[in-house]
């Protein structure tokens, strides 16, 4: 009887339903759909999660190493790190700090610090604060780099940055591959030729050489802001070619189903046909690839911004960090700084194993 009724639920299904169904199978994906959603909701939150200003330096806390937290405090929950000491190098003159266990420094959650803006709102709201802070004292989870910054909070600010790179370069992708993919395939003749000819010139071309002449272009005097979209402009100008391919060819087996003959008897006009007969039907192979190509977004840019060619300070990225972690003797000082690698891989797997996951069910049938 049981069989019976999954059979029918099955057939009655609608065809979000069914990929959600199969969604739900892949383990891995639904772990790495977490994960994504988690690396957002962090980007989200950034100003909010950072512990100091992430632009702020300060020569006389550099190179300090990551500072574990304490929960407990005499068998009651009271989270609190270690204070600072400093100490003058007889060597080098320099001052250096060193962890003093005689002191703890508690910390109090919804504390105040640097002001930002968070939906429209200024605030100096943040989740962890010092209660009795003196002089050299801060919150280090990560440790400091060369200038005294707080790697924890330009890590959380780094990864809004790089996150929203991706997404909207994703975006600027989609709709090109998808509006010139769908012309392409429901007008034919000359503008098929032209439109497939001129993907053909932009696959021929070596994508990393190209990257590297374009951004190198950029006016040094330019905004972080006005970089910022200039590189989102110029991955997404290479990413759409893939997509305008894959659309085309679903346009091409749909364009003499029955469905879209009885639109076209009906008067509607091509627009409408492109996006409210043709497009849905497979829009689950469309969040697929888009899935799959922003992990190659994210990629291009902190490329870039590691070769000193995409954002550039005071802007901060996956890239930008990955920079001070370039230099073998820096790394000798400070391995901390390696750090800023362990979010990339993250991300970029999980988002691989999550189009996998939504390549596999946007089929439902199979």
């Given at each position: 009887?049981?069989?019976?009724?999954?059979?029918?639920?099955?057939?009655?299904?609608?065809?979000?339903?069914?990929?959600?169904w199969?969604?739900?199978?892949?383990?891995?994906a639904?772990?790495?759909?977490?994960?994504?959603?988690?690396?957002?909701?962090?980007?989200?939150?950034?100003?909010?999660?950072?512990?100091a200003?992430?632009?702020?330096?300060?020569?006389?806390t550099?190179?300090?190493?990551?500072?574990?937290?304490?929960?407990?405090?005499?068998?009651?929950?009271?989270?609190?790190?270690?204070?600072?000491?400093?100490?003058?190098?007889?060597?080098t003159?320099?001052?250096?700090?060193?962890?003093?266990?005689?002191?703890?420094v508690?910390?109090?959650?919804?504390?105040?610090?640097?002001p930002?803006?968070?939906?429209?709102m200024?605030?100096?709201?943040?989740?962890f604060?010092?209660?009795?802070?003196?002089?050299?004292?801060?919150?280090?989870?990560?440790?400091?780099?060369?200038?005294?910054?707080?790697?924890?909070?330009?890590l959380?600010v780094?990864?809004?940055v790089?996150?929203?790179?991706?997404?909207?370069?994703v975006?600027?992708?989609?709709?090109?591959?998808?509006?010139?993919?769908?012309?392409?395939?429901?007008?034919?003749?000359?503008?098929d030729?032209?439109?497939?000819?001129?993907?053909?010139?932009?696959?021929?071309?070596?994508?990393?050489?190209?990257?590297?002449?374009?951004?190198?272009?950029?006016?040094n005097d330019?905004?972080?802001?006005?970089?910022?979209?200039?590189?989102t402009?110029?991955?997404s100008?290479?990413?759409w070619?893939d997509?305008?391919?894959v659309?085309?060819?679903?346009?091409?087996?749909?364009?003499?189903?029955?469905?879209?003959?009885?639109?076209?008897?009906?008067?509607?006009?091509?627009?409408r046909?492109?996006?409210?007969?043709?497009?849905?039907?497979?829009?689950?192979?469309?969040?697929?690839?888009?899935?799959?190509?922003?992990?190659?977004?994210?990629?291009?840019?902190?490329?870039?911004?590691f070769?000193?060619?995409?954002?550039?300070?005071?802007?901060?990225?996956?890239?930008?960090?990955?920079?001070?972690?370039q230099?073998?003797?820096?790394?000798?000082?400070?391995?901390?700084?390696l750090?800023?690698?362990?979010?990339?891989?993250l991300?970029?797997?999980?988002?691989?194993?999550?189009?996998?996951?939504?390549?596999?069910?946007?089929?439902?049938?199979?």
């Amino acid at each position: 009887m049981s069989a019976t009724v999954n059979a029918e639920r099955y057939a009655m299904a609608t065809q979000r339903q069914l990929i959600w169904w199969r969604f739900r199978k892949h383990k891995l994906a639904m772990a790495s759909l977490f994960i994504v959603g988690l690396f957002y909701l962090l980007a989200l939150g950034a100003d909010f999660l950072a512990t100091a200003d992430p632009h702020a330096t300060d020569a006389r806390t550099s190179y300090i190493a990551p500072q574990p937290v304490h929960f407990f405090d005499d068998g009651h929950f009271a989270p609190y790190i270690y204070g600072l000491k400093g100490v003058r190098d007889i060597k080098t003159f320099k001052l250096v700090y060193t962890v003093d266990t005689s002191r703890r420094v508690h910390l109090t959650f919804l504390g105040h610090g640097y002001p930002y803006d968070f939906l429209g709102m200024n605030t100096d709201i943040h989740l962890f604060g010092l209660a009795d802070a003196q002089r050299g004292d801060g919150i280090f989870l990560l440790g400091t780099d060369q200038l005294g910054r707080d790697l924890w909070s330009r890590l959380i600010v780094a990864t809004r940055v790089s996150l929203t790179i991706g997404l909207v370069g994703v975006t600027v992708s989609l709709f090109l591959g998808v509006l010139l993919g769908g012309i392409s395939a429901v007008y034919g003749g000359i503008v098929d030729t032209l439109i497939q000819r001129s993907i053909e010139v932009i696959r021929s071309l070596p994508t990393i050489p190209l990257w590297l002449g374009l951004a190198a272009a950029l006016p040094n005097d330019w905004s972080v802001t006005q970089i910022y979209f200039a590189i989102t402009v110029i991955i997404s100008l290479l990413a759409w070619t893939d997509l305008a391919r894959v659309v085309r060819g679903k346009f091409l087996a749909l364009r003499e189903e029955d469905f879209v003959l009885a639109a076209e008897l009906a008067g509607a006009s091509q627009f409408r046909i492109i996006f409210h007969h043709m497009l849905p039907s497979f829009a689950s192979h469309i969040i697929a690839a888009v899935s799959l190509a922003l992990p190659a977004m994210i990629i291009s840019e902190t490329s870039l911004s590691f070769l000193g060619l995409g954002l550039r300070p005071p802007a901060i990225s996956w890239g930008i960090l990955l920079q001070d972690a370039q230099n073998i003797q820096t790394l000798a000082l400070a391995p901390w700084l390696l750090i800023s690698a362990i979010p990339v891989i993250l991300v970029i797997l999980a988002f691989n194993f999550l189009g996998d996951g939504l390549r596999d069910a946007a089929d439902p049938y199979g």
